[in-house]
C-alpha cells in the first residue's frame, strides 16, 4: 500500500502569511508532483519533479514554489498567501519511468486564505 | 492535449455491474488510459491503465475500444465503498503529467 503523507490536512490563514506544505514519501519514488483542485473540479499539475535538485513547472501557473532536497519530500512554499490560494493542494509521487506508471496521492491539504 | 470525455453522473445497485464509460477520440497511438477515483475527502487512488488490450486487476477491468477512440471501466459488483468520482484520463502532449477531467460522480445505492 502506498505511504505518502500531507500535512496539516486543514489550514486557515491570514492573508500575507508565508506558508509551507509538507510532502513526504516513504516508497523511495524518484517523480513527485502538486496538483491543485478547487471543490466539484479537476486536477490541475503546479509542480513536478524528476528526482532530487529537479524541479518543474506544471500546466497551471502558480505562484507557489517548490524544492527537492531529498527524496522523500516535496515541500511547496508560498511566500505571500492571498484569498485566491484558497484551494486543496494534492501531492502524488511515482516510480521514475513514463507517464504510466501509477501515480500514488496524499489526501491533501485544503487551504483557506482569510 | 487529449482529451476524454465522461458523464457526469451514473447511479448503481449495490452488487450489480457497473460499466463507465470514457470517449476520447483524438487519443495518440502512444496515450496510455488511465483511470483514478476519488473518494470523499481523499486524494484519488489509481484503479487501473492500459494502452491497447483489455486489461483485469483486483479493482477493475478496462476494455479498450479496438480504435482505442473509446473505454469502459467495468466493476463487477458495485460496493457502497465504490461511490466516488471516477476519472479517465490521458496524459498531457509532453507526456510528464496526467490530465485530469471533471470525472464522472458514480452513487451506488443499497
Known amino acids: 500500500e502506498a505511504d505518502i503523507y500531507q500535512t496539516p490536512r486543514y489550514l486557515v490563514i491570514g492573508t500575507g502569511k508565508k506558508i509551507t506544505l509538507e510532502c513526504s514519501q516513504t516508497?523511495?519514488?524518484?517523480?513527485m508532483y502538486w496538483y491543485q483542485q478547487d471543490p466539484g473540479m479537476e486536477l490541475h499539475l503546479i509542480h513536478y519533479s524528476y528526482g532530487v535538485n529537479s524541479t518543474e513547472k506544471g500546466d497551471l501557473s502558480s505562484e507557489s514554489t517548490v524544492s527537492r532536497i531529498r527524496t522523500e519530500h516535496f515541500p511547496l512554499t508560498l511566500e505571500s498567501a492571498r484569498p485566491s490560494h484558497t484551494s486543496q493542494y494534492l501531492c502524488a509521487s511515482s516510480e521514475y519511468g513514463g507517464v504510466d506508471q501509477p501515480q500514488h496521492f496524499g489526501d491533501g491539504t485544503r487551504l483557506s486564505i482569510l | 492535449d487529449a482529451k476524454t470525455t465522461q458523464p457526469n453522473s451514473m447511479e448503481s445497485n449495490e452488487e450489480e455491474p457497473v460499466h463507465l464509460p470514457c470517449n476520447h477520440s483524438t487519443i495518440s497511438g502512444t496515450d496510455y488510459i488511465h483511470w483514478y477515483r476519488q473518494l470523499p475527502s481523499q486524494g484519488p487512488e489509481y484503479v487501473i491503465h492500459g494502452l491497447t488490450s483489455n486489461v483485469n486487476n483486483r479493482m477493475a477491468s478496462l476494455a479498450i475500444a479496438e480504435d482505442r477512440k473509446s473505454s469502459t471501466l467495468i466493476l463487477h459488483r458495485a460496493t457502497l465503498r465504490d461511490a466516488a468520482v471516477y476519472y479517465c484520463?490521458?496524459?498531457?502532449?509532453?507526456?510528464?503529467?496526467?490530465?485530469f477531467g471533471k470525472g464522472t460522480t458514480l452513487s451506488v445505492s443499497s
Open positions: 484520463i490521458l496524459s498531457n502532449q509532453a507526456g510528464t503529467a496526467l490530465i
Open positions: 516508497m523511495g519514488h524518484d517523480k
